[in-house]
């Protein structure tokens, strides 16, 4: 019966010698058994100390007690196993007293040897029958625990009440498991959906329906409702019937459910009730559309709509004379290869009537696949008047394309025109009411070195006027007479044939403020922050400007190419004036003080903005960031942003990845920022950055790593590269947390 399974360890206790000799030899020559001996009770407790056994075979006579005493001793030791006593020749007395300790098995001890096998097989027998139970017991102690520490709560019910749940039911209610047990189970459900409970519990006990899963509405103990699901199988124990089940809390789940559905809801709203006409397409052609892309193009129903092309709403060629399918599957092309393509188009209504207009192509995700949003605004009026707005927009073009700062227009005896941001700048309502104020009468009587407003602003103007431009520091008063400092350049220019200025007026007040804590810091960063923020920064924006007005009007699409090419590496050299500034302040600031910056907010922003500055790219970040903060400054949203750009910026897919994610360790948290790019070969993984060289002109792949090598170094902590599977790099930053 014990074939193949491990030897049955036998301790035979007898004061006999030549007895236990015997029955240890017969009881060896069965390769099941393994036998040690012990001649008195004491020693048989000791031996069972020392070593361990599957079963005992004990004498009833020893010289330090009888069996029944040695049984007890046994068992006072917490031990379980098979105990078989040898009695004398007919003492039915001592049979009775050993069935009564509770002996396994009992035999009469004889002189000859028949009785042996008998032994072994009722050894074998209880040995076999003592090992199931003990592993069975460990199989039950393992599911209880199991069960016991589950995440998920596991209840039975019984008659319509919890006879049994485990601790994670009992917390998701805000209960101990004690008050729980014996609880009727509709007092943890919500009152209005008790009956549809009872309902469930009544199907699965009496119809047969052996399992149901469904969500409810529960209680905890304070009268908090939360989400659950609920499962639930019946089983049979004994003549009752009871509910096995596990209960999960879905609550959070639920709610972003909810959130979901409020989200989609608000997209749909936003879509159908849009001023601009909307539509979705592929490269096939349309796929949907809001209400008034019905209106604007003559169709009943989305359904109508979408069986035509956009070729097939456009007349056959466009007026420069392309063929307008030929055109149309350019546009969507471009748009689907850069992420974006605008530009002037004519339609036709379904009834066939034609008119222009402005589309803007957008592309984005729709269930994993990606599709165009196309945004068409009919400018068949604008361009009625085109013709009349020639020369106003010639007046105007040089001034309000760039139209980032507020521009004023003015001569020698004051303002007559300006844009929106100067309006919203000094607090006016219209251009009007701003015209009739003088430089003058916007700024205090004095300046802050003394000198009279009103003389010292005729005195830049008469400059302009002579030299072609002044630029200064002044200080301006709004419309609610509230101060602010402010960089002013002046500029001539002809309008209608007479010379008159225009103004950019550029408020300072932050950059006061910052310049009030940097007073003491060398004169080179006054010079360097001088020539980034203002110099360069304002020849590259007319650039930039030019390069869009040059876009904007070629027909020619190798001197477009060109112009985008421009306009691209102007605003790049903007950005990299951005990240020298950064350097300039890292290098040269005299402080070394850091603060304790919250690294989760600040991931977070970086990625939600670079991802407005690049929306054809994809970044996701894990959401579980560990809310730590690290030792820093103002500084540390720089070192973000510039892995994020460098990970797209140099990404050569057609739609650049970034997965974001950090983990905490001991003492530090590490920043992992991977993309799906052309990698970084091994050699280069460390000059990248610049290390070990001196200055800007180390190597690398541009000012952005070395400022982030530049702050993590500052702050205590390292950034390196590595191979990212199955392609691009990952960037690595670990920086120590704080205490």
């Known amino acids: 019966m014990n074939g193949g399974s491990e030897p049955i360890r036998v301790l035979h206790v007898d004061s006999d010698p030549d007895f236990a000799e015997t029955f240890t030899t017969r009881l060896e020559r069965d390769d099941r058994f393994e036998a040690d001996t012990a001649t008195s009770a004491s020693e048989g407790v000791d031996r069972l100390a020392e070593a361990e056994f599957d079963c005992v075979v004990s004498a009833y006579d020893m010289p330090d007690g009888d069996g029944i005493e040695f049984l007890e001793a046994v068992r006072e030791r917490g031990l379980e196993l098979p105990f078989l006593l040898f009695t004398g020749e007919g003492s039915e007395a001592v049979a009775s007293e050993a069935i009564s300790a509770g002996v396994t098995d009992y035999f009469r001890k004889k002189s000859g040897t028949e009785q042996f096998s008998v032994v072994t097989n009722r050894i074998d027998r209880a040995v076999e029958k003592f090992r199931a139970e003990r592993e069975l017991d460990a199989t039950r102690r393992r599911y209880r625990k199991l069960v016991e520490q589950n995440l998920v709560g596991i209840y039975v019910i019984r008659d319509g009440k919890f006879v049994y749940v485990n601790p994670k039911l009992a917390e998701v209610h805000g209960y101990d498991r004690e008050t729980v047990v014996g609880m009727p189970v509709l007092e943890l459900v919500a009152p209005e959906e008790r009956d549809r409970v009872e309902e469930n519990l009544r199907r699965r006990l009496n119809e047969g329906v052996e399992e149901i899963q469904y969500r409810t509405v529960g209680l905890t103990k304070d009268g908090e409702r939360i989400d659950i699901e609920l499962h639930g199988s019946r089983v049979e124990y004994g003549d009752d019937p009871e509910i096995v089940g596990a209960e999960l809390d879905v609550t959070e789940q639920t709610e972003y459910e909810r959130e979901l559905e409020n989200r989609e809801a608000k997209y749909r709203s936003l879509f159908e009730d849009a001023r601009d006409a909307i539509m979705v397409l592929d490269e096939d052609g349309f796929l949907d559309c809001n209400g008034m892309t019905l209106e604007l193009f003559g169709f009943d129903s989305v359904e109508a709509f979408t069986e035509r092309t956009p070729w097939e709403l456009s007349p056959e060629t466009q007026p420069d004379g392309t063929d307008s399918k030929e055109a149309a599957q350019n546009y969507v092309e471009t748009a689907f290869e850069e992420g974006e393509a605008f530009f002037e188009w004519v339609h036709t209504r379904n009834d066939g009537t034609e008119f222009h207009a402005d589309v803007k192509l957008s592309r984005f995700q729709l269930d994993g696949e990606p599709v165009l949003r196309a945004l068409v605004r009919d400018i068949t009026t604008e361009k009625e008047y085109e013709r009349e707005l020639e020369n106003r927009e010639a007046k105007y073009r040089s001034l309000f394309e760039s139209a980032r700062d507020p521009i004023i227009l003015l001569d020698e005896e004051g303002f007559f025109d300006c844009n929106g941001t100067a309006l919203e700048l000094f607090g006016f309502d219209s251009v009007e009411a701003f015209a009739e104020r003088t430089p003058w009468e916007l700024s205090p009587e004095t300046q802050p070195d003394g000198t009279d407003s009103k003389a010292a602003a005729k005195g830049h103007i008469e400059t302009a006027f002579e030299e072609g431009e002044a630029s200064f520091e002044w200080v301006h008063t709004r419309n609610d007479g509230t101060e602010f400092p402010a960089e002013v350049t002046l500029s001539r220019f002809q309008l ?173 948290v590490t920043v992992r920022i991977a993309d799906n790019g052309p990698g970084i070969p091994d050699e280069r993984k460390e000059s990248v950055f610049g290390k070990g060289q001196t200055g800007l002109d180390s190597a690398g792949t541009g000012m952005g790593l070395y400022l982030v090598e530049t702050l993590v170094t500052t702050y205590g902590g390292e950034v390196w590269v590595e191979d990212n599977d199955p392609e691009g790099s990952v960037f690595v930053v670990e920086l120590p947390t704080a205490d």
């Open 496 to 668: 209608d044939g007479e010379p008159v200025l225009h103004e950019i007026v550029r408020d300072i007040t932050e950059r006061k403020q910052y310049e009030r804590t940097l007073e003491e810091q060398r004169d080179t960063l006054e010079v360097l922050n001088q020539v980034l923020r203002h110099d360069v920064r304002n020849d590259l924006q007319l650039v930039t400007s030019y390069a869009e007005i040059l876009e904007d009007s070629c027909d020619d699409e190798e001197a477009s190419r060109h112009a985008t090419t421009i306009l691209e590496s102007a605003r790049h050299a903007v950005e990299l004036t951005q990240t020298a500034r950064d350097i300039a302040d890292v290098l040269l600031s005299d402080s070394n003080e850091t603060r304790r910056v919250a690294l989760e907010p600040t991931l977070e922003n970086k990625a939600s903005g670079v991802q407005s500055s690049y929306p054809e790219s994809v970044i996701a970040y894990e959401p579980r960031i560990p809310s730590v903060r690290v030792d820093a400054d103002g500084m540390l949203p720089s070192v973000f942003e510039n892995l994020l750009k460098n990970a797209i910026q140099h990404n050569d897919k057609d739609v650049a990845e970034v997965r974001v994610s950090a983990t905490e360790g001991d003492g530090t």
